[in-house]
């Protein structure tokens, strides 16, 4: 039997330059999509999956994303005297157990894949999940379970390693990761490629990796040799490639939607997806995108 997945990381050390003037001193993981910031919707579908424990790779300026997962003494107390008993509630109900976070810092940019390494002390021996937090996502209708309980799933099936995909248009894919398909088990399939960015008309399918992963510590060891991949980067991506020639990579047909909150149109898009998904707020966002439209 597989090990559980009990760790996620959360690499929250980019600079967010697609995102700017608005990334400038705020970071774009802390940006809200309805009335709650991008990072603890995905820290939501972390617990959904059965996460125990959640690790921020964080960077200068991020200081913020460490008060959020805190508690917040006046404000509490504030909430209490004036009898807010269901906001008090919703605070508490969404901050993780005491000692259920850990935060370290990536002391420079220098790509995603180092972000994850720089988290190798905590996780450890044993396998892990990553999730990108400036992509959120909702499940299909009717669905219950989020991206990464599917992912999760997928991992109780096949073990080793395995990546969420979804489908894009062929001329979409050069500005992604995009995986080779092997044989097929219904939503989910062996990956036997991967590259980052593939020049147009050379991509080797429209299956892009979309923000979630389960890694096994070995990708640590391959991370620790610091190549650098596409733009200069350390890329998780080419640590992958690495990996999944010793150890098995499957790829999952994610049910839902990744909406890319670290871009303008994302953001947006997010709002009004997850507004029309929320009972509190739908109907009126609704008449009001109506009234927008004329
Ligand atoms: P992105 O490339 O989307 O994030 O990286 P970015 O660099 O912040 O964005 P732009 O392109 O400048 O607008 C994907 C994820 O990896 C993290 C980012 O925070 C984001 O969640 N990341 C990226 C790091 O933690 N460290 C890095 O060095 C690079």
Redesign the pocket.
């Known amino acids: 039997m597989s090990k559980p997945i009990r760790k996620a990381i959360f ?9 700017l003037p608005a990334t400038k001193a705020i970071p ?1 993981e802390m940006l809200t999509v309805v009335d709650r910031p991008v990072v603890q919707h995905v820290v939501d579908e972390a617990r959904e999956a059965g996460i125990e424990h959640f690790v921020f ?1 964080t960077g200068r300026g991020k200081g913020v994303i460490e008060d959020h997962f805190d508690m917040a003494y006046e404000l509490e107390d504030t909430l209490r005297k004036r009898n807010k008993f269901a906001e008090y509630d919703a605070l508490l109900a969404d901050l993780p157990k005491a000692g259920a976070t850990s935060f370290t810092r ?1 002391q420079a ?4 894949g ?2 994850v390494w720089c988290a190798r002390e905590i996780i450890g021996d044993e396998p892990f999940a990553v999730l ?3 992509m959120i996502t909702l499940p299909a209708e009717k669905k219950t379970s989020r991206c990464l309980a599917q992912v999760v799933a997928a991992y109780e099936k096949h073990g080793g390693n395995i990546i969420a995909v979804e489908e894009v248009r062929p001329e979409e894919t050069h500005q992604y990761g995009v995986v080779k398909k092997g044989n097929d088990y219904g939503n989910s399939f062996e990956i036997t490629g991967m590259v980052e960015k593939p020049p147009q008309g050379t991509a080797p399918s429209n299956f892009i990796i979309s923000g979630r992963y389960i890694l096994e510590p070995e990708i640590f060891g391959i991370l620790e040799k610091g190549e650098k991949g596409a733009g200069g ?1 350390i890329q998780l991506t080419d640590a992958m490639i690495q990996l999944a020639r010793q150890r098995p990579f499957h790829g999952v047909f994610f049910d839902g939607r990744t909406y890319d909150t ?1 871009s303008k149109l994302g953001f947006l898009t997010a709002n009004v997806a997850f507004g029309l998904s929320r009972a509190d707020v739908k109907d009126s966002l609704r008449a009001e995108i109506i009234k927008l439209l004329g």
């Open positions: 690499p929250v050390a980019g600079l967010g330059t697609r995102f774009k790779v990536q940019p220098l790509g995603l180092h972000a990108l937090p400036d980067e670290g």
